[in-house]
């Protein structure tokens, strides 16, 4: 009788403990991975720079793709890496060149696959989750890339919310 009384409590506990390990998380979008995307190539022609971007999701699948007409390319790669990169980290691109050139033991990121240290790529957040990120490439400095990713990302502020 102890016994199964014991077999029972540990079952109900190990069923309890596999439903609290459920999560949910908040992603991008398709809609609304196009929207930023088409944003940011528009924020790059109004400076003359021509321009892929990519939208991933949180987890850095691609969502989005808009390459501007005269766009080279090696951009479409470039873009895509660069928002892989943000997702994965949680953080800016440029943070993370930043980080590479003064920190000896942050070299390494370089070598991880399919990353791309380099400006452009910025993670989209909805309040405090990111949810996505998007990356730029094609414009002639990481910077302007950047400029034209938190453009796009500003203007599509209120659907973040």
């Known amino acids: 009788m102890i ?18 390990e459920l999560l949910t998380e908040k992603n991008i979008p398709s809609s609304l991975a196009v929207e930023i995307a088409v944003n ?12 892929t971007a990519a939208v991933v999701d949180r987890a850095g699948v691609l969502r989005a793709l808009v390459r501007a007409d005269n766009a080279g390319t090696h951009t479409v790669e470039a873009a895509r ?15 993370m060149a930043e980080n590479v050139g003064k920190n000896p ?5 370089v070598n991880i696959e399919g990353f791309l240290v380099l400006a452009g790529g910025v993670p989209i ?3 405090d989750a990111t949810i996505g990120a998007i990356g730029v490439g094609g414009a002639p400095g990481g910077n302007f890339d950047e400029a034209c990713a938190t453009a796009a990302i500003e203007k599509a502020a ?3 919310k």
């Open 3 to 20: 016994r199964t009384l014991l077999a029972t409590a540990c079952a109900l506990f190990v069923a309890g403990t596999a439903q609290a």
């Open 40 to 51: 940011a190539v528009q924020a790059c022609a109004a400076d003359k720079y021509n321009v």
């Open 81 to 95: 890496a660069k928002a892989f990169t943000s997702a994965s980290s949680r953080t800016p691109t440029s943070k």
């Open 158 to 160: 209120d659907q973040l």
């Open 105 to 109: 033991a942050a070299a390494q990121l």
């Open 125 to 127: 957040k909805a309040g």
